[in-house]
């Protein structure tokens, strides 16, 4: 099928492999969307709009962070995939896993907007996908936690072997049930990885109609690309 190609992108790792394994597949991903809080701020992930502009730029893609109002999600989703289909895009990837109503509310959608859904990941063990991440060379940190799963020492923690290791019991190690989001730092195909600081730790109580819980959210602050062994030295 032609078409451009875009991808659902909240800078985590489940879309960055995702987006690896559509290009080992000659499918070149054109457009990354992101949907964002109000303000500006990438949805569960809280990342600021500068630091994932500065990611999706090393992807050599081109970022559209849509802006959702309160309460209206779903309407905004729905928008920008048929805005995205009267631009020449046919079809949209998605990092999900194995959430099959999840899958089911995309794939309607995508059909209402006459995208083709891929997923590239859809079905694998999620213990097969965490090693993977690691394996390949992605490097990511978390940037919230769900404080029902995990305490805050987590938040900011590299998603390695280590971290893996002390999981708690019952924990996904892809966190797909919501317990930890995740940013990348550096993967292959980026053009070059980034370097950043931690800011400041900030708790969030969530509202109904959400379950109860405080998210726990680790600001990323950038401080610049890293040169990639043989680049020339600043």
Do not use: N
Request: charged share 20%.
């Amino acid at each position: 099928m032609r078409g451009r190609i875009a991808i659902a992108w909240s800078g985590g790792k489940d879309c960055c492999l995702a987006w690896l394994r559509l290009r080992e597949r000659g499918i070149a991903v054109e457009t990354f969307v992101t949907m964002c809080d109000p303000d500006g701020a990438s949805k569960a992930h809280g990342l600021p709009a500068g630091l994932l502009a500065a990611q999706v730029a090393a992807f050599g893609a081109r970022w559209l962070p849509v802006r959702v109002p309160p309460g209206e999600y779903a309407a905004s989703f729905e928008a920008t995939l048929r805005t995205l289909r009267s631009t020449g895009h046919t079809r949209m990837a998605f990092g999900d896993i194995d959430l099959q109503a999840h899958r089911d509310w995309i794939e309607a959608a995508c059909g209402r907007a006459g995208l083709q859904p891929l997923f590239p990941l859809w079905g694998e063990a999620r213990e097969a996908l965490a090693a993977e991440v690691i394996a390949r060379g992605i490097r990511a940190r978390l940037v919230a936690i769900d404080t029902r799963w995990l305490d805050a020492s987590f938040a900011g923690a590299h998603y390695d072997a280590e971290l893996l290791a002390r999981l708690p019991a019952g924990v996904c190690p892809c966190g797909e049930e919501g317990e930890f989001h995740t940013f990348v730092l550096d993967a292959p195909g980026m053009t070059e990885g980034l370097s950043v600081r931690s800011g400041v730790r900030r708790e969030v109580a969530s509202s109904p109609p959400f379950a109860p819980t405080v998210h726990v959210f680790q600001e990323l602050v950038l401080q610049g690309p890293v040169p990639r062994a043989g680049d020339p030295a600043p």
